[in-house]
């Protein structure tokens, strides 16, 4: 009997052992099986349960990889190493507060574990505790210094704290470490033209494109004709302008078609149909084909995230020049007849930049960039009417579901349930005074129709504001109100306020 319960152990202990060779070697279906028979002959082999968990996360069923990880905790909660990866997994999904009690449990038991270390400084960085993130990332420096992956995320943590001398230092190491992935790279990119640096910036920012989500996006598209990045002639060309990136990102860069135009292409422009009729109204477009209609042929393509490189942009060579977007004058009648008559200065709003379900890295910038409806009570009792320009969920069911009559605020008006497309939000704006708004795409219409832009910037504002100013060379007609310290709309919403009074009075019926 002993004999055949030792043979048993030293089988299993085989197949363990052979489960976690097959598992290092990326050989997953081999893996799952050796590891399966382990747990069939020992269905409370905590480790076991912990190596199939890895088998999963590995091959991209994460839930299921970390509810076998958590059963392996179950089984054996004293093991650091699984509640290290539970709090790596679930950072992964986005479960930050759980991935940092993972992460913190892991330390309890093994405080020299430096992964954990790491991945609670990251769980820490994405909750919005930067400075909490860096701390963490220096003392994991401390004990392995040239570890590039950290350098990365300790530039990301400075980013976030504003300090974007720092950070770029930091990613300068990172690179020197790992100089070619690209992930490293666009983040220093995006340190420097925070700077100022739009030469080393846009060249950085490139490396994007060797990003295996954009190389994706690339082979999608499956473009016949050569990307242009600058270096050849325009002269009796077509260039095709096409978007990779949001809709505020192409009604910022989508100015460059004038300047192709002036070199001597003939411009297409390719925009997803929301923007199709306001785009009909850019200056320099030969042909305009809304995203999914057959392209027609064309000698070069240029995402238009990538023109301001392309044209080797600086801060002092923007191209300025607004407006460069224009609102239809019957749509802009319809609207002015629909609000009635003018008795107070009028206020578009925009508080929420909405969510992007397929781009769920940008989650937490989104959240540190939108401001709660309840903060703009803030503003109740300026002189001026105000109406909402707000689209996109979950702010515009948020909205819809007030009840102004208990809404301790100024009166909003509901305009934007009939708003279509961006052409009805341009005509919209055009019967305004002044747009006030966070960073998202109504701050970059409003700046590229020439009205008066206030534009509620996070602490971590966007390279593309310069945190340095409180005035923008992209939209001469912007300006920038800065969070103080991280979170505090407050603050800003205090000196809006106050920037509103300036501008219309202080009380009702004062102008």
């Known amino acids: 009997m002993a004999g055949n319960i030792y043979s048993t152990a030293a089988t299993v202990g085989m197949r363990l052992q052979n489960g976690v060779a097959l598992l290092q070697q990326g050989r997953l279906e081999e893996a799952w099986q050796a590891l399966g028979e382990v747990v069939a002959a020992d269905p409370d082999h905590a480790l076991a349960h912990h190596l199939m968990g890895l088998v999963l996360l590995k091959a991209g069923e994460v839930n299921e990889g970390i509810g076998l990880i958590r059963r392996s905790i179950a089984l054996d909660p ?17 479960a930050h507060d759980e991935a940092l009690e993972a992460c913190e449990a892991a330390l309890a038991l093994d405080p020299g574990f430096l992964d954990a270390q790491v991945n609670r400084a990251s769980a820490l960085l994405e909750l919005g505790r930067p400075a909490e993130a860096l701390a963490g990332y220096d003392a994991a420096l401390a004990r392995q210094p040239n570890l590039a992956w950290v350098l990365n995320n300790r530039g990301n943590a400075l980013r976030a704290l504003n300090r974007n001398a720092e950070a770029a230092d930091s990613f300068d190491k990172a690179m020197a470490l790992e100089p070619g992935v690209a992930e490293i790279r666009v983040n220093a990119g995006f340190a420097r033209l925070a700077l100022g640096d739009y030469a080393r910036g846009l060249e950085l920012l490139e490396w994007r494109w060797k990003s295996q989500r954009m190389v994706a996006y690339l082979r999608s598209r499956a473009f016949s004709a050569p990307f242009w990045r600058g270096e050849e002639p325009l002269a009796g060309k077509t260039l095709l302008l096409h978007s990779e990136q949001g809709f505020g990102d192409i009604l910022q ?8 135009a002036d070199r001597g292409a003939r411009v297409v422009v390719e925009v997803e149909a929301p923007l199709a009729a306001l785009m009909a109204t850019l200056p320099g477009v030969d042909q305009l084909v809304e995203h999914g209609q057959p392209l027609p042929a064309f000698d070069l393509h240029c995402p238009m995230m990538s023109l301001p490189f392309a044209f080797r942009t600086t801060v002092e060579t923007i191209p300025a020049g607004v407006p460069y977007l224009f609102a239809d004058p019957a749509r802009t009648a319809a609207w002015a007849a629909r609000l009635g008559p003018k008795t107070r200065p009028r206020v578009g709003l925009a508080w929420s930049s909405g969510v992007r379900p397929d781009q769920p890295e940008l989650k937490a910038i989104n959240g540190r960039r939108n401001i709660p409806l309840a903060k703009l ?19 515009e069911g948020e909205f819809a579901a007030l009840d102004q009559g208990a809404w301790d605020g100024p009166p909003i008006a509901d305009t934007a349930k009939d708003i279509g497309d961006f052409a009805d939000t341009a005509a919209l704006i055009e019967t305004l005074d002044l747009v006030v708004t ?22 971590d504002a966007c390279w593309r504001w310069l945190p340095q100013r409180l005035d923008s060379p992209w939209y001469p007609t912007a300006r920038l109100f800065l969070q103080p310290a991280i979170g505090d709309w407050d603050s800003v919403l205090a000196e809006v306020r106050s920037a509103l009074e300036a501008r219309f009075g202080d009380r009702a019926g004062r102008c």
């Open 78 to 94: 004293r093991d650091a190493a699984a509640h290290g990866n539970l709090g790596n997994a679930l950072r992964e999904t986005g």
């Open 253 to 260: 860069f989508c100015r460059y078609a004038k300047p192709a």
């Open 377 to 395: 009570a803030a503003l109740k009792g300026v002189n001026a009417d105000f109406f909402s320009l707000q689209k996109g969920q979950p702010a």
């Open 438 to 459: 966070v960073d998202t795409s109504t701050a970059h219409l409003a700046g590229a129709l020439g009205k008066p832009v206030w534009i509620m910037n996070r602490f």
